[in-house]
């Protein structure tokens, strides 16, 4: 039997239909208006809060504010309360700075310093073609004095400032019990960010401390003198590499990959992005990575992605456990918000954020500092990566 509707009992349902429709958008639009509006009075509330503070501060505070750092430190603030310890916003000479530094050329004097036990400063280490790198300065002296100022009396800190802000700056070194006075202009030169050369039994060795605009250009030349000799495999150094850029860390590893989606990233929503392609192009040599706990973020993905498409193993200490990523977000007034907004892992594992990565051979740092048992391994496990090809 045909069944057949009328038009009037069409029109009665489609009625229904529109009022029960109507009912439901309105129920679900009164929740998020409510929710709307409960946001409103709670942001209303802080800054009310944060508006009476200021009103305090203002009329109670003994000495003078200096509103541009006052500024500064309540949004800094804002980026602090989110507990992330990747985000944070930046001031105009910040964000200046950071930038520089991503693309691989420094202001400054290229050394890197620290907080001595003694409670002077102590030299970590010198960047090459850096204004200090040609002076008689050396990793493990001793700053005791910024500008002719004491650091104990002046604070760690604040001699620390010293030395990165300015144009001319003084230091003075303690060596043999005699205060050495050295003077330095602050220039802008260019961090190498890669160092190459080839082993015994052509073994190629790269070393790489960072990922910047120019650490693929590095790489590239040299990876190529290397295989141009004849290695016959290489072993990748990302020890107490901290990251860097995705943009430089994706041409670093295309000449050496399949073709194909090699890293993925995850953001909020659940969706995926690409975050690293390869080519057809791949280097058919065997690799091994070596890596300590201070190999993080980009330095990471880089090993995952060789042992999960080349097989190459990773020789070394747990990594630091970095599986996230952070963007800019720039302001007119030249600040930025640096903040995190995804989280990435190659298309073959999981995302490493907080766990780190373990390595397939443990081998803890050698406590002779003029040994070097972690590349020891890596070489012996790479010569028997030979013998099996």
Do not use: W
């Not at 040994?371 to 090809?389: G, W």
Request: charge should be negative.
């Amino acid at each position: 039997m045909n069944k057949k509707i009328s038009l009037g009992l069409a029109l009665s349902i489609s009625a229904i239909v529109c009022a029960v429709t109507f009912i439901v958008t309105s129920f679900f639009s009164l929740q998020s208006f409510n929710r709307k509006v409960a946001d409103v009075r709670e942001k209303s509330k802080k800054y009310q809060q944060l508006e009476d503070i200021d009103n305090y501060v203002r009329e109670n505070y003994l000495h003078d504010i200096d509103e541009e750092e006052l500024s500064s430190g309540i949004l800094k603030g804002y980026i602090n309360g989110l507990g992330d310890k990747y985000s944070e916003y930046l001031t105009p000479g910040e964000y200046q700075e950071m930038l520089a530094e991503d693309s691989g050329k420094v202001i400054g004097l290229g050394i890197t310093v620290s907080e001595d036990s003694s409670g002077y400063i102590k030299v970590s280490s010198i960047m090459s073609d850096s204004p200090v790198a040609k002076s008689i300065i050396e990793a493990g002296d001793i700053i005791v004095a910024v500008n002719g100022k004491d650091v104990l009396k002046e604070g760690a800190d604040n001699a620390i400032n010293a030395i990165n802000n300015g144009s001319d700056v003084e230091i003075t070194i303690r060596r043999d019990g005699k205060n050495i006075p050295l003077e330095f202009t602050r220039q802008t030169f260019e961090i190498t960010s890669v160092t190459s050369r080839m082993l015994d039994n052509y073994i190629g060795y790269i070393k790489i401390s960072s990922f910047k605009e120019n650490t693929p250009d590095q790489f590239s030349t040299g990876l190529e003198h290397l295989t141009m000799n004849g290695a016959k495999a290489v072993i990748f150094d990302l020890r107490d590499n901290g990251g860097g850029l995705a943009e430089a860390l994706e041409k670093c590893l295309d000449p050496l990959l399949p073709e194909g989606v090699i890293a993925l990233e995850k953001y909020r929503d659940g969706h995926t992005e690409t975050l690293i392609y390869s080519d057809e192009s791949e280097l058919d040599i065997p690799f091994t990575v070596i890596v300590n706990g201070n190999t993080a973020s980009a330095a990471e993905l880089f090993s995952a992605c060789l042992r999960d498409f080349k097989s190459s193993p990773i020789v070394g200490e747990q990594t630091y456990g970095k599986g996230v990523i952070q963007s800019y977000k720039p302001f007119d007034d030249g600040s930025a918000v640096y903040l995190t907004i995804a989280e990435y892992q190659t298309s073959l594992s999981e995302c490493f954020d907080g766990i780190g990565i373990t390595p397939d051979y443990i081998a803890l740092k050698s406590e002779n500092e003029s040994d070097d048992y972690q590349l020891d391994k890596a070489i012996e496990i790479t010569m028997q990566n030979i013998n099996q090809n």
